[in-house]
């Protein structure tokens, strides 16, 4: 059931959020055409509209990515906590499924779609030989990060990398089920809850640097100007050992933000 839940849901969004990206993906192309038109940014003639043209691009990315974020959260509220749960829930699903199911879904697509933002952005900044060369060597860059003698903090940094379309797309989930809770605005408390998971998951990365920097500045009070390599050694480990806590973080947030949207959906459904 599993995957017949993820085949339908591929199937629906799926048209709507390629023909997105290739709408995006176009208006980068035509404004590099015209930036290259105008002899680009550093042009004194024309760099106000080149630069103009470079903007909106960038924007055009970067509303691509919002809306594909958003647009599978809404689709899983719409589907499993508006008026068409009741079809939904009447189906010899799980809530494990459902949360997997269409989670999977918005999980590949937010893959694709950071993806498909590196390929905009190098399409408005980088020359075709200059883009060949960057995807060339881009492979091998990421089976870097995990080769065995990859740097630690490289290492830490892929997993998270890895890993953040899972967080995004939980904390999304998470948020509608416990938006559904409420009697009424259902879809606009949802966004609240959102925006304060999301500055709860901030202080706690403040909380992390409060407690890394005071430890960093008296290792670094104690080094000598002839102790550079010490020093990098110190901040080198300092970061990796911040980015592992951020990684730790999020891991118990989006394992308690799961457990959350389980619990709702088997136990407080509360539909429109």
């Known amino acids: 059931m599993l995957k017949k839940v993820f085949k339908h849901e591929w199937h629906t969004i799926s048209p709507l959020l390629l023909a997105i990206h290739i709408i995006g ?3 980068a192309v035509i404004c590099r055409i015209g930036i290259n038109l105008m002899g680009g940014v550093q042009s004194s003639n024309s760099s106000i509209m080149a630069v103009f043209l470079l903007i909106a691009a960038i924007i055009a990315i970067g509303c691509v990515m ?13 589907r499993v906590f508006a008026q068409q749960g009741y079809l939904t829930n009447t189906l010899p699903v799980t809530a494990d499924q459902l949360i997997w199911g269409k989670g999977f879904t918005g999980i590949i697509w937010l893959a694709i779609t950071f993806l498909w933002a590196i390929i905009a952005s190098m399409i408005l900044v980088l020359s075709y030989r200059d ?3 960057f995807f060339r060597e881009l492979p091998n860059v990421l089976a870097s990060l995990f080769c065995p003698g990859a740097p630690a903090i490289a290492r830490t940094a892929g997993i998270s990398l890895l890993l953040t379309p899972f967080f995004m797309m939980i904390q999304i989930y998470v948020s509608a089920a416990v938006g559904n809770l ?3 605005h259902k879809l606009l408390a949802a966004a609240v809850v959102y925006l304060g998971l999301y500055f709860l998951q901030q202080i706690a990365g403040i909380v992390i640097m409060c407690i890394a920097a005071p430890h960093l500045r008296t290792i ?5 100007i002839d102790d550079s390599t010490a020093a990098v ?3 080198y480990d300092a970061v990796n050992y911040s980015l592992m806590a951020a990684l730790i973080f999020s891991i118990v947030f989006s394992v308690v933000f799961y457990f959350l949207c ?3 959906l088997n136990h407080r459904l509360n539909l429109e």
């Open 25 to 27: 993906l176009s208006v």
């Open 66 to 78: 919002v809306f594909t974020y958003f647009y599978t959260g809404y689709r899983f509220y719409k």
């Open 233 to 235: 050694t110190v901040v």
């Open 182 to 184: 409420f009697t009424g």
């Open 131 to 133: 883009a060949g060369e």
């Open 220 to 224: 670094t009070s104690r080094l000598t």
């Open 262 to 264: 389980r619990y709702v």
